[in-house]
């Protein structure tokens, strides 16, 4: 029997995921298991092809200029906008570039729900029963339907938790009754790339393990989407502000949460809130709020060595620092660094033919190779925290360096999920900073 042709191969993927209780005796909190968009166990694949790298380089541009023109928006200045972004014409119309998956039950009985997860966003939605095909894009699974929950509450319009939307520039104001009095909370939310969703924003139980209930979480049912590219249930917020999961759930698991990403698409990797006990294992650096919008987390690199030389590189040129940002999928540098990274990463990997490229890309062509020797890329941080990237998955991406230049120096560049794969990395709500662990998953 021949092969089948790649498509079908690609829906091979389909295969169930169910959510597991992950048992991390170090740890009070809950934690589920993470997957890979693409994988052979994420429940609701997308049934195109995974991202070859002029889409995941095209996504994650986009997904960086959206969160730099959200951080700047209201403050009258567009002066640091201007990182590089080039847009080929090949590519179809590509939103957001979340690429890790969840599954989570919601309402009561619950339901699964796969939903990308994302550090660059707070509000967390699914896509809502009854809702047509004009207004929700398809998806693997049935719609949430909120009238089958025993647990499920439109938020009130008046309330507290309605009012804090506004300041995060996620309201859509207050739907009427039939009778005219005003009564649910509308939210909506714009991403880049022209993703959009709106509805009502809702309180229902969340399941995060079985036995691990989170009452009354707030989330989006959401009932008009438009420019998704997705088959996924919805979105997981993991930001920094009110609405996110781990801010809603602090009096439950302290704010902490910690992920990791799995190397290969068939891995599996855990998203996991609350800290652990025992934080030896991890090597913190200070991490901030960029630019106080409230969502984003920005910590500064210092230094970067390939091959285990360090390179030389002005200090000065990271001041702008890096967006932690696990839905992007490539890291974004300004210009020097990205440049002697790129020069010594090619010297490294001379051995191999680069594939000719209009852009600036580094990608080789190993057909023929049986044994890929990938050098080792080490990233320091403040405080003097050097974490080794995965090799070579987390310094490739298709057979590509997966770095590109976010703009000059000193302006701000992007940690994206590529480099995270395999470490832990805990975001320390209580004011430890971002810690790493290698070798986590
Ligand atoms: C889908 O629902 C919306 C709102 O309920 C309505 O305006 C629209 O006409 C419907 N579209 C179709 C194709 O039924
Ligand atoms: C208006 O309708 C809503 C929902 O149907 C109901 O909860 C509310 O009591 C009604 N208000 C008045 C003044 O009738
Ligand atoms: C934390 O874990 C490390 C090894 O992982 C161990 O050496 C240390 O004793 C532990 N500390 C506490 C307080 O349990
Ligand atoms: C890669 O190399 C193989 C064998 O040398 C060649 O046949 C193929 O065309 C190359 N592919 C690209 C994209 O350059």
Wanted: aromatic share 8%.
């Amino acid at each position: 029997m021949s092969a089948p042709p790649p498509h079908q191969q690609e829906q091979s993927y389909d295969t169930l995921m169910f959510l597991l209780v992950m048992p991390r005796p170090d740890r009070a909190g809950a934690v589920v298991p993470l997957l890979h968009r693409h994988g052979p166990c994420a429940k609701s694949p997308s049934t195109d092809k995974p991202s070859s790298f002029a889409e995941a380089l095209h996504r994650s541009r986009v997904r960086a200029d959206y969160i730099m023109s959200r951080a700047l928006r209201g403050r009258g200045t567009t002066t640091i906008m201007e990182g590089k972004v080039s847009i080929p014409a090949h590519l179809g119309t590509s939103v957001d570039s979340q690429e890790y998956v969840v599954t989570l039950g919601l309402g009561t009985p619950a339901v699964e729900q796969v939903l990308l997860m994302d550090t660059g966003s707070d509000l967390s939605w699914v896509q809502c029963a009854p809702c047509n095909s004009t207004d929700c894009y398809p998806q693997k699974d049935p719609l949430f339907d909120p009238r089958k929950s025993s647990t499920y509450a439109p938020i009130p319009c008046g309330s507290d938790v309605c009012k804090s939307l506004q300041s995060n520039h996620l309201g859509n104001g207050c739907s009427m009754n039939d009778n005219g009095t005003q009564s649910q909370c509308g939210y909506r939310v714009q991403y880049g790339g022209g993703l959009k969703t709106r509805g009502v924003y809702s309180n229902e139980a969340l399941t995060l393990a079985p036995g691990e209930v989170v009452k009354d979480f707030h989330f989006g049912c959401a009932y008009k989407q438009r420019g998704a590219d997705d088959k996924t249930d919805g979105l997981l917020g993991l930001g920094g502000a009110p609405q996110s999961l781990p801010v809603q759930t602090s009096a439950l698991y302290g704010g902490s949460f910690s992920y990791c990403l799995p190397p290969v698409s068939s891995g599996t990797g855990f998203l996991a809130l609350g800290a652990p006990s025992n934080t030896s294992g991890f090597s913190f650096t200070p991490m901030t709020d960029f630019m106080d919008d409230g969502t984003s987390y920005l910590v500064k690199l210092t230094g970067i060595s390939v091959g285990g030389k360090q390179l030389r590189i002005p200090r000065k040129v990271f001041e702008g620092g890096l967006i932690v940002d696990c839905g992007n999928i490539i890291s974004h540098l300004p210009s020097t660094p990205y440049a002697k990274l790129r020069s010594a990463f090619r010297a490294a990997m001379a051995a191999y033919p680069l594939i000719p490229s209009d852009d600036d890309d580094t990608c080789y062509n190993f057909t023929g190779y049986s044994d890929v020797t990938v050098p080792k890329v080490a990233l320091t941080f403040t405080g003097g925290v050097t974490v080794d990237l995965d090799v070579p998955n987390g310094v490739l991406l298709d057979g590509c360096l997966a770095f590109t230049e976010s703009g000059s120096d000193g302006y701000v560049g992007f940690l994206g999920n590529v480099q995270m794969r395999t470490l832990e990395m805990l975001y320390d709500a209580r004011g430890g900073g971002l810690g790493f662990r290698a070798g986590a998953c």
